[in-house]
């Protein structure tokens, strides 16, 4: 298996869109999406500066992940924590396609464009819920940092984990 990642076309947004439910809908523990799921499919609305990636091998789209020039953009509520890291949010891959990389190449994606356009670091959430995710960010040299973390839902409370990768300057 070939994974290219790239930037995601507007024609391709439908199939990435369901993508993207349909991993998070996978999750074990994870109970229906409700509003977070519009979320996840509304790949035109992430903002103006979210540009949405996909690892793909040959036409078949194995995963996507929205990566945030600047993180604080999207979250507002941390910008003073954030400064001018970059981030990634919603990273998702194919049921049929886990555990072949495809996560691996998105987030060294979103590392190397964050090293790229010179952003101090990268930092990123993920839930108690993805083991695996947890996993592989460690494995690529994410540090966990807590000041990102906060808690979802009332009835099924979400925890939601912050990890950053901070750039040594020069």
């Known amino acids: 298996m070939t994974v290219e990642v790239r930037e ?3 024609d391709e947004y439908p199939a990435v ?3 993207t439910v349909a991993a998070y809908a996978a999750l074990p523990g994870m109970g229906p999406l409700g509003a977070y ?3 996840l499919a509304d790949l035109a609305g ?3 500066t979210a540009v949405v990636l996909v690892a ?4 078949e789209v194995l995963g996507d992940v929205t990566y945030y020039r600047r993180y604080a953009d999207e979250m507002p509520k941390l910008a003073d924590t954030l400064g001018d890291l970059a981030g990634f949010r919603m990273l998702a891959t ?3 396609a886990q555990g072949r990389g495809v996560g691996a190449a998105l987030t060294l994606a979103c590392v190397q464009r964050a090293r790229a356009e010179g952003a101090p670091g990268i930092a990123l959430h993920t839930t ?3 083991q695996a995710a947890q996993r592989l960010y460690q494995r690529l040299g994410f540090d966990r940092w807590t000041a990102l973390d906060a808690s979802f839902g009332r009835t099924r409370p979400v925890q939601v984990l912050g990890y950053r990768m901070l750039f ?3």
């Open 8 to 10: 995601a076309r507007p």
């Open 17 to 19: 869109a369901e993508l």
């Open 37 to 39: 799921g519009e979320e």
């Open 46 to 48: 992430r903002g103006p």
């Open 56 to 59: 793909v091998d040959g036409h």
């Open 94 to 96: 194919a049921p049929a």
């Open 128 to 130: 108690n819920l993805m």
């Open 168 to 170: 040594a300057a020069g």
